[in-house]
């Protein structure tokens, strides 16, 4: 019997849950992450092993190895499996799981819209 490549990073079992089965394939994922694509938001959310956090698929921070990318269909089940959200840029923003507003749209909590 040898030893793995890699005996101190060992993989996690998939989480699954039953919108499982609702997620993209996995090369269209990758590709999605690795490009940044705007149209995936919302879709899945990726956990990266290495550092147990989680976010969008168009965060901004660098982009891991796609070995050390784990997909989640909710935010809810990336937190079940112990990860922790992006602080540079909340994935709960985008779910409404957080309440807070949208920074793209320009608005304040608490500041009227004065005749716009």
Known sequence: MTAPDNRWQTSRPPVYSPSMNTLP???EMEGAY???DPAYNGLFFVGVRTTAIFCRP???ARSPLPK???YFPTAAAALFAGYRPCKRYPPRRSTGLG???DRGRGTRPGVADHGR
């Open 25 to 27: 394939p996995i090369a």
């Open 34 to 36: 690795l490009n940044r």
């Open 58 to 60: 168009t965060c901004p």
């Open 68 to 70: 050390n990318v784990e």
């Open 99 to 101: 309440g807070e507003t």
